[in-house]
């Protein structure tokens, strides 16, 4: 079953605008990842963050995690085209990695 | 680039026939992963392995079995398919330890007719 719940569920935006989507878990984590999937393709890693840090920062992903409200958020600055795509949260407890649902992200030329 | 691969890529195939998909991973991962996945939707763990010789079912039933002969090969057979199979398949595997991150490789589109 899943631990982390993605919120929106779809998310679609203009190019240039940013997109903002959260995670939200149940039980106490090592870490959180976050992963991009196009349409047909396997997922592919873009971001972990470790239970003791806050934020992280990668090219135009940031990266938050706030362990008392058990939720974390990925924004992507300056949102291009090439970032449609499905991006899920991952939590990693105890060597046991669960993922969420997913938000699907459109951004329109 | 992820060194993991999945074969066939998309297969079409009869009700009845059995058939296995391919998944192998030269990074000398211990555990792999095997997922369902629906177009757009959450990702549903089916069958996982800790190493050679190990396999465990996952948190959604499946009619498929696994086998861990070899570290580096996670074949997932469909004895008899059926059209509630239609699915993407999503390979996986990870290094031993909980920082380590997954590595999927690019999925297996099945539609039984």
């Known amino acids: 079953s899943q631990q982390g719940e993605e919120d929106p569920q779809a998310l679609s935006i203009q190019e240039g605008e940013n997109a903002t989507m959260n995670c939200s878990y149940k039980?106490?984590?090592?870490?959180l990842q976050w992963y991009r999937q196009n349409s047909g393709r396997g997922l592919v890693h873009l971001i972990l963050i470790r239970s003791n840090e806050r934020e992280k920062h990668s090219g135009r992903l940031r990266v938050t995690l706030d362990t008392s409200k058990k939720s974390s958020s990925l924004l992507i600055t300056a949102s291009r085209a090439a970032d449609t795509a499905s991006y899920f949260c991952a939590t990693v407890a105890d060597n046991d990695m669960r993922f969420g649902a997913g938000t699907r992200l459109t951004v329109k030329p | 680039e992820a060194d993991i691969y999945q074969t066939p890529r998309y297969l079409v195939i009869g009700t009845g026939k059995k058939i296995t998909l391919e998944c192998s991973q030269t990074?000398?991962?211990?555990?792999m992963y095997w997922y369902q996945q629906d177009p757009g939707m959450e990702l549903h763990l089916i069958h996982y392995s800790y190493g050679v010789n190990s396999t465990e079912k996952g948190d959604l039933s499946s009619e498929s079995t696994v086998s861990r002969i070899r570290t580096e090969h996670f074949p997932l057979t469909l004895e008899s398919a059926r059209p509630s199979h239609t699915s993407q398949y999503l390979c996986?595997?990870?290094?031993f330890g909980g920082g380590e991150t997954q590595y999927f490789g690019p999925g297996t589109r099945l539609l039984v007719l």
């Open positions: 990074m000398g991962h211990d555990k």
């Open positions: 996986a595997s990870r290094a």
């Open positions: 039980t106490s984590i090592n870490n």
